[in-house]
């Protein structure tokens, strides 16, 4: 019998897998990068599905909501048009899409031969927001620290190279009026 | 509880809220029109109905038969979309709002919230609300227009500005009640302190983060004073500029509901949700908390409205510089105060 949570598994999957397909067929961009932000969302509700509702609401937040606002933002200042047509080579058709499926169904197999693992029932791995705080905050201290210096360094590289230069006679550049 | 009992319940309860949630929507439209009359010494809706009561029906119906116009040069799929989403996500993030404690029917316990408690509720609704920028950014896009896409763009910078120093405001509560679920985070302010003064984290060194809270949810939903997306003077209407009829009053329903979500989400955190004197029969017993919970969000929705007849807008480069030099660094003070403070 289907259960509850097999049914939404599969709609969700569906959406996401309907919405990476989509992704790669669109023409214009902001359809692209819409379409990216439907299979970020079907992730989050499969994320829920699994227990980690903690996961799940992160991956809305900042995926959904903060990253992807900042791509669509990007293609709506660069006001860029619909992707120019080409001929598809046929190298690619024959050979490009056999082989993927190939290598997708490859690395399935030795995930699901090799790996070890078994059925959990949902909600038996930690998912639970406290529960993943204290995996951060005392087992993984030093890797969560690193990466937070990491992104530390990133954003002020970024902020680097975004500031305008300074003028070669030594003087800044003059304040725009407003 | 059974399957079907359980989906009756669910569904019995979504309408229900949407009709209040829609009825408050049209009537926070009449207080706002009333109330800044008042402030300018006009009279405000007066003519249909006693007091102008039913001035938010004959908008409605005005509404639904003015010309559904689409202009000619927009990118029609996202055009029709934009409303959708803005109005779909705005309505969406209430049904995580609980509204008081459980009752009991017929044997049967029933949240009074239409989803059950998740654990991560309050992050579900940042999310939701998060997602609803989309409708505003798309607008402006699809619109072809210079002073939508300035619009929509703007209030896209904006949101996601102020989604930080939002969520920052809220962190010194989630300290204090040790919990993502807005149900126990309620709970945690039961009771009163020095005798009469309600335990409520406004009155428990959570004021800075209120006033943080307050600053930045007028910037989420695009109201005075810092509602330059559609800032007349000089962008036309901003992103809902070339929607008319029932499409544009879709993005005046979703700006409203979000006044009433932050306001519900206030209420929550801050102001005691449903916490109040209990007194009178059972029944009275019963309904009460509700009122309270209902009576806060109206404050703060007048508040919304007072600070619109009072203030004004602010240049675009004031907003970005005070929501990240000064709201966001004060923001932070108060988490890692309230972290001191809490450790002690």
């Keep these: 019998m289907l259960s509850i949570h ?32 439907a299979v970020m969302a079907a992730l989050a509700g499969e994320y829920m599905l699994l227990g980690a509702e903690f996961v799940a609401a992160v ?45 997708s169904l490859l690395i399935a197999w030795v995930v699901l031969k090799h790996s070890g693992t078994g059925d959990v029932a949902v909600g038996a791995l930690p998912g639970a927001p406290n529960v993943i705080g204290q995996l951060l905050f005392h087992e993984f201290l030093l890797p969560f620290e690193v990466t937070s210096i990491l992104i530390l360094i990133a954003i002020m590289g970024a902020v680097v190279l975004a500031s305008k230069p300074p003028v070669p006679g030594g003087t800044p550049a003059k304040k725009v009026q407003d | 509880m059974p399957i079907g009992l359980y989906i009756l319940a669910s569904v019995i309860k979504s309408a229900i809220v949407l009709f209040v949630l829609l009825t408050s929507v049209a009537y926070t439209v009449w207080l706002e029109r009333k109330v800044v009359g008042h402030m300018q010494n006009r009279w405000g809706p007066t003519r249909v109905g006693p007091f102008g009561l039913l001035q938010p029906a004959a908008d409605g119906l005005k509404f639904l038969f003015k010309e559904d116009l689409t202009p000619p040069h927009v990118y029609k799929p996202l055009f029709l979309a934009a409303p959708l989403i803005a109005v779909v996500f705005a309505l969406t993030s209430i049904s995580l709002i609980p509204f008081g404690n459980d009752v009991v029917i017929g044997g049967y316990v029933i949240p009074l919230q239409i989803t059950t408690d998740v654990n991560t ?10 997602i609803g920028v989309y409708g505003v950014a798309l607008a402006g896009w699809s619109s072809n227009n210079k002073y939508s896409l300035l619009g929509g763009l703007r209030a896209s910078a904006q949101m996601v500005s102020y989604e930080i120093s939002l969520g920052l405001s809220l962190v010194g509560v989630l300290i204090m009640a040790g919990s993502f679920s807005l149900r126990d985070i309620v709970h945690a302010q039961q009771g009163h302190f020095w005798g009469f003064i309600p335990n409520w984290n406004i009155f428990h060194g959570q004021i800075i983060g209120f006033f943080c809270y307050l600053m930045a949810a007028y910037a989420e939903t695009n109201r005075i004073p810092f509602d330059l997306p559609e800032a007349e003077t000089e962008l036309v209407a901003g992103y809902h500029t070339e929607y008319s009829a029932m499409k544009f009053a879709m993005f005046f329903m979703a700006e409203y509901a979000n006044m009433i979500t932050v306001g519900c989400l ?22 009460l908390p509700v009122f309270w919970f ?27 510089a005070f929501g990240w030099k000064f709201l966001l660094p004060v923001a932070l003070a108060n988490l890692i105060a309230t972290a001191i403070g809490v450790a002690w």
């Design chain 1, 6 to 37: 097999l049914i939404l598994f599969l709609a969700f999957g569906a959406v996401a897998a309907a919405g990476a397909i989509n992704l790669l067929v669109q023409r214009h961009p902001i359809n692209a990068a819409l379409s990216l932000i």
């Design chain 2, 266 to 287: 206030a209420t929550l955190m801050f102001l005691g949700g449903w916490n109040g004197p209990l007194f009178g029969p059972p029944l009275l017993q019963a309904i």
């Design chain 1, 59 to 103: 991956q809305v937040i900042v995926y959904a909501g903060a990253i992807m606002v900042l791509f669509v933002f990007v293609i709506m200042l660069l006001n860029a048009g619909v992707e120019e047509q080409t001929k598809g080579s046929r190298v690619a058709i024959l050979f490009g899409i056999p082989g993927m499926l190939l290598g």
């Design chain 2, 121 to 130: 509720g309050l992050l579900l609704i940042l999310g939701v609300t998060s």
């Design chain 2, 294 to 320: 209902v009576a806060k969000v109206f404050c703060f929705l007048f508040l919304y409205i007072w600070v619109r007849g009072t203030l004004p807008r602010f240049r675009y480069d004031q907003l970005m």
